[in-house]
T-cell receptor, first 111, second 116 residues
Framework: DAKTTQPPSMDCAEGRAANLPCNHSTISGNEYVYWYRQIHSQGPQYIIHGLKNNETNEMASLIITEDRKSSTLILPHATLRDTAVYYC????????????FGSGTQLTVLP | GAVVSQHPSWVICKSGTSVKIECRSL??????MFWYRQFPKQSLMLMATSNEGSKATYEQGVEKDKFLINHASLTLSTLTVTSAHPEDSSFYIC????????????FGPGTRLLVL
């Protein structure tokens, strides 16, 4: 699976948009980009995933660059409860393999 | 959405005893379940993959005789830590996938194990 690179930490003011970047320059054409987050002492929570088109759901938006070498997860109005470690993961479509977690980005939403 | 539960949420046991952790998919059938382990300030590490009705596949370095995994039904997988030792103290998280065409993995809330 393609390797991803994320900043280790970010801060965001409450109520503002949180933009979390992820580089995946070696991504293959059939690999999806998944985002999960893990709030302290809880299991990871699925947020969103996409292949090449931008995606939006009730939690977040996912913006994937045209060359698919990077993506950005956007939390439009961050709250204190969004403080968590955010993981960007790429995995091939149809793969039976598990998700492999890197070190992620610790997002801290400040009051 | 798909919900995965784990029981117990935390357990304290004496060294040498065995501990069983249950993982259930509550509103979907999980053909594949995964068990992860997470030590403090570290990321999740996959321990094993189990498919319903077949033997689990363990990652390198994970002792299959120590971490017994049973996936007897499409909604239940169990992890038994046998002869637990203090170094087995960790946060154990299970995950389930809904099917081959829906690849999203959903995670349980985790079980914190403390071995004294």
């Amino acid at each position: 699976d393609a390797k991803t690179t994320q900043p280790p930490s970010m801060d965001c003011a409450e109520g503002r948009a949180a933009n979390l970047p992820c580089n995946h320059s070696t991504i293959s054409g059939n690999e999806y980009v998944y985002w999960y987050r893990q709030i302290h002492s809880q299991g990871p929570q699925y947020i969103i995933h996409g292949l090449k088109n931008n995606e939006t759901n009730e939690m977040a938006s996912l913006i994937i660059t045209e060359d698919r070498k990077s993506s950005t997860l956007i939390l439009p109005h961050a709250t204190l409860r969004d403080t968590a470690v955010y993981y960007c993961i790429v995995r091939p479509s149809g793969s039976a393999r598990q998700l492999t977690f890197g070190s992620g980005t610790q997002l801290t939403v400040l009051p | 959405g798909a919900v995965v539960s784990q029981h117990p949420s935390w357990v304290i046991c004496k060294s040498g005893t065995s501990v069983k952790i249950e993982c259930r998919s509550l509103d979907f059938q999980a053909t594949t379940m995964f068990w992860y382990r997470q030590f403090p300030k570290q990321s999740l590490m996959l321990m094993a993959t189990s498919n319903e009705g077949s033997k689990a596949t363990y990652e390198q370095g994970v002792e299959k005789d120590k971490f017994l995994i049973n996936h007897a039904s499409l909604t239940l997988s169990t992890l038994t830590v046998t002869s637990a030792h203090p170094e087995d103290s960790s946060f154990y998280i299970c995950s389930a996938r809904t099917g081959t065409n829906q690849e999203t993995q959903y995670f349980g809330p985790g079980t914190r194990l403390l071995v004294l």
